[in-house]
């Protein structure tokens, strides 16, 4: 048996989300074994949205305690088009995701949050999206066999 001291806890790593229509209370990341440090969630419009005038923000539902909010609320993304970005900045729960028309995000989050076993989902205000998105996560585990899918 290692001892805890033998694992590297820093190793960045990735998970990803298929795309999908956005609509409220999605799951986009489910967190097993262990908290995590977030250190990146970033969302890639696929196809493109309608005039419908939703919002997105992140929730985490940790398996004991209570779901917190850990993003504001994103401008709209009506008519958001095929390559637009959502770049959740965790610097504090009401620090609304960048929404990238289209093109290269320059910059990046400077902050993290540690999310405990659970759940990270979507909050989607006024309606759902009809347009598709990917989700992709960047962590860093902070126990040994914490897995993120």
Known sequence: MRHIS???FTDTQTAQKGAAVLTN????????????LVT??????????NDTASTFQVTATPTVGTATTITGASATL???VAGTLVLCTL??????????AAGV???GQTT??????????????????????EWFIQYE????NVTVS
Do not use: M
């Open 25 to 36: 209370g999605q799951v986009l990341f489910t967190v097993s074994g262990g908290p995590i």
């Open 6 to 8: 033998e694992y590297d």
């Open 78 to 80: 009506a008519n958001a």
């Open 40 to 49: 990146k969630i970033i969302g890639y419009c696929v196809t493109n949205n």
């Open 141 to 144: 585990p902070l126990a040994p």
């Open 105 to 107: 995000a320059v910059g």
């Open 112 to 133: 993290r949050a540690v999310v405990p076993a659970g759940t990270i989902n979507a909050t989607v205000g006024v309606g759902s999206t009809t347009g598709t998105w």
């Open 91 to 100: 610097a504090t729960a009401a620090t609304a995701p960048a929404v990238v």
